[in-house]
């Protein structure tokens, strides 16, 4: 049996095929399926039947997801609307641009001038949702930060009070390190971090697996089919763990590199790749728009391009000296954007945090290692919406 013909196989097995009539069907069928229409919705006081007990607990479900994010659900909503007309936006200048007919490329140009003007009114309605959040002030002062880049940003984190300390919400955007064997590849970590990471991402899996079954069902409703529970259900939700312990590296003493927080296949993703576009764009518009950061950045760019171990890790016999210099510019240009945004967020950590009334920690760096040369926040000073951000990739 090949792969097809196996996953084809497996398929059958969760679902069967309905009658097509109730003639089809076979006497009592109907009793057995009002009974097995029949579900408990998590406690022994409540019991709902068929379509409807589903829709009660989807609508359940939908409103505890949104318990805690009321304040930020018309920002999300506006905000994802903007990333569908961007992308849409793009698509159609793209097909637009691929015309022979440059006649008719005029023509169509007046699709991608209206998505545009729309992707402006959007940003305008986001400009003024994002006032009733305290830290979009700072944010707006903040010269190459508008309503755009500010909305996304708040739309993103949500509630700072989730980051009891910056180095999480570095972790979160993507901007922390990490490290990764040399022989197979995967993540390493030490206990106890080790154990504490399989734990949480067992969980993700399991909220996966439950979503993926609420869906397939949906389908299969849809397309006149059954969803019906495997016989290796149970057994593979206890396999989570052992999923989880698999992406991570299995050597004995393994030999260590430390990265940036990247994807690694067949592992799942610890930050939000969205919230890290985002600091790419963010880092773009600062280094060419705002002194105070841009200074920062030439500051480290020219101390990165300084070192000479640069390129320790790259085999230099392989290139031209030409190539080499690309390859030292670049990676000096990443390393300096990357620590640049890095103490934004940390200004938009520490500010937003004391507009809360919340606590507030140096980083690690200067709490425990004694580092000396902390930048303080700068204060705003005009808002300006100069960079909105589009399909640039981090």
Known sequence: ?????????????????????????????????????????????????????????????????????????????????????????????????????????????????????????????????????????????????????????????????????????????????MEVCMKCGKKVLRTPKREEWIVRVAKRLEDQNAKKKVRDAEEAELIGLDAVVRDDDEEQDTNFTIKAKKMLCPCDNPKTKTVAQRRIKGSIIDYNPKMKKLCRNMALSLIQYNEFYGNLYNQYLAEYMARNNLLDNINTAKYKEAILEKIRTGKATKMARRKMVKIFLSHLWVTWRKMEGLPVTKPYAFSVLGHSDYIEPPEGTESDDIYFGDDEEV
Request: proline content about 1%; charged content about 35%.
């Open 1 to 177: 049996m090949n792969q097809e013909e196996a996953k084809n196989d497996e398929k059958y097995k969760r679902i069967r095929k309905k009658g097509k009539n109730d003639e089809s069907k076979e006497p009592g069928s109907a009793g057995k399926v009002e009974e097995t229409a029949k579900t408990v919705t998590g406690n022994d006081e409540t019991v709902v039947d068929g379509k409807q007990g589903k829709q009660d607990k989807k609508t359940k479900k939908s409103t505890d997801k949104f318990a805690g994010n009321e304040k930020t659900e018309m920002l999300n909503t506006l905000v994802n609307n903007l990333y569908d007309i961007q992308k849409v936006r793009i698509a159609v200048e793209n097909r637009n641009r691929a015309l022979l007919d440059k006649n008719k490329e005029l023509i169509f140009n007046d699709h991608a001038s209206r998505m545009k003007k729309l992707e402006k009114d959007t940003v305008k309605e986001i400009g003024l949702e994002i006032s009733k959040f305290k830290i979009s002030e700072w944010m707006l002062g903040q010269r190459g930060i508008g309503p755009s880049l500010a909305g996304q940003t708040i739309a993103i984190i949500r509630d700072v009070g989730r980051f009891s300390n910056v180095s999480k919400l570095w972790a979160y955007s993507g901007m922390a390190t």
